[in-house]
């Protein structure tokens, strides 16, 4: 058969790629038979001979995926527009390309191909989508059909799965409070090896720093100001370093993360006034802070640049973090970490270990030292693991 020449071929880029995707579990054949109650009923003498084999797993790896075409370049679909994710709402993200905000959902072969994040679309992607037309004409809303690859990521895991707070951030400010609730310095260390390993820089803000009467927490903030970090002295209330924070987040793309209750929300509110996020108060009985932000918001500042602001977390679990890197996302330890006398050195037991003789001798803060080995022996499994649930 001859091709018809008025027909051109597709090259290999038009085409798109071929991809292997796990089936949804509702669309796959069950492994074994559930029914045997039903069967036997039915048979004349109410029993029924089982099988000699039974599969737990359906057969073969093959079997449960399908092959999906992937067009990464959208140089020839004039449909598609770019756009970024400002909020979530569900599974539905809001989407600005610029003019205005499109609620839009995200295509299945594209939920299906990043099954292991809880969200395949999450504040800050670049995405590229289409809207879907109503009968009057009208745009109704919009199909996600592809995210642009992401950067600067900060990730935590969540349940059973992966989930990306935000992407696409090139800074972290991790705001910790003076007082009410009391600073957390394990916290603030989880919070900055999560930002060194999604490639996101660091900056630690103490806020409420007018609460700081005994000088705990200047202290405390002192010993990052001593490891290179930048670091930030806020007070919403005074007004006091709100200046040099709106200097820090000028231009920049940045997430302002920390626990509940250290006045995230209300420091936004005085770097850009007429925000009107809203803010909490600290329940005095637990000295802890009530949830006020409850989903995270892309925020695009009047002085230019933007910032994320997010719920407060009060637990980071790092077990999407490999145990063996840990070593150098704490920046005091790498000068030391190639006089270890054993190459796999965790530096927890073992003798001749040069990060613990930099401990002893005052070179390496204790309390960032403690901070590494509870995150080191810490269990590998995922939290949902350790509770027992399946």
């Not at 996600?144 to 900060?154: F, K, N, S, T, Y």
């Not at 060194?196 to 009467?213: E, F, Q, S, Y």
Request: with cysteine; glycine share 8%.
């Amino acid at each position: 058969m001859v091709e018809s020449e008025d027909k051109p071929k597709e090259s290999p880029d038009q085409r798109g790629r071929k991809v292997r995707v796990a089936f949804r579990r509702n669309r796959s054949k069950p492994p074994r038979v559930t029914d045997h109650t039903r069967q036997a009923r039915e048979s004349e003498d109410n029993e029924i001979d089982g099988d000699r084999v039974e599969n737990v797993t359906a057969k073969g790896g093959l079997s449960r995926r399908r092959t999906v075409i992937i067009r990464d370049d959208d140089a020839g679909d004039t449909d598609l527009r770019r756009g970024t994710v400002v909020a979530m709402r569900g599974l539905f993200a809001e989407v600005d390309d610029g003019f205005r905000v499109y609620s839009c959902t995200a295509r299945r072969v594209l939920r299906t191909r990043l099954i292991k994040e809880r969200h395949p679309v999450t504040i800050g992607d670049h995405v590229r989508f289409r809207l879907e037309m109503s009968a009057a004409g009208a745009a109704k809303e919009g199909v996600i059909e592809a995210v642009d690859p992401r950067r600067g990521q900060l990730r935590r895991l969540a349940g059973r799965r992966v989930q990306t707070i935000v992407a696409n951030v090139d800074q972290a400010i991790i705001v910790s409070a003076a007082g009410e609730p009391a600073p957390k310095a394990h916290l603030i260390d989880r919070y900055i090896v999560a930002a060194h390993a999604g490639d996101i820089t660091p900056i630690v803000c103490m806020n409420k720093i007018d609460l700081d009467r005994d000088g705990s927490a200047a202290e405390m903030l002192e010993r990052y100001a001593d490891l290179g970090y930048r670091v930030l002295r806020t007070s919403a209330v005074s007004g006091a370093g709100i200046e040099e924070l709106r200097s820090v987040l000028k231009g920049n793309s940045s997430v302002v993360a920390g626990q509940s209750g250290v006045g995230k929300s209300s420091m936004l509110n005085a770097v850009q006034p007429g925000l009107a996020l809203k803010v909490g108060d600290v329940v005095e009985r637990t000295t802890k802070g009530r949830h006020t932000t409850t989903t995270a918001g892309l925020i695009r500042l009047e002085f230019g640049g933007f910032v994320v602001d997010t719920p407060g977390i009060k637990s980071f679990d790092l077990s999407t973090v490999p145990r063996n890197e840990y070593e150098a996302l704490f920046v005091e330890f790498v000068p030391f970490v190639a006089d270890c006398k054993f190459a796999d050195c965790t530096h927890i037991h073992e003798t001749g270990c040069a990060v613990m003789e930099a401990v002893e001798s005052g070179r390496i803060h204790p309390e960032r030292y403690e901070s590494y080995v509870r995150l080191f022996q810490e269990p590998t499994e995922p939290q949902w693991k350790r509770r027992g649930v399946e």
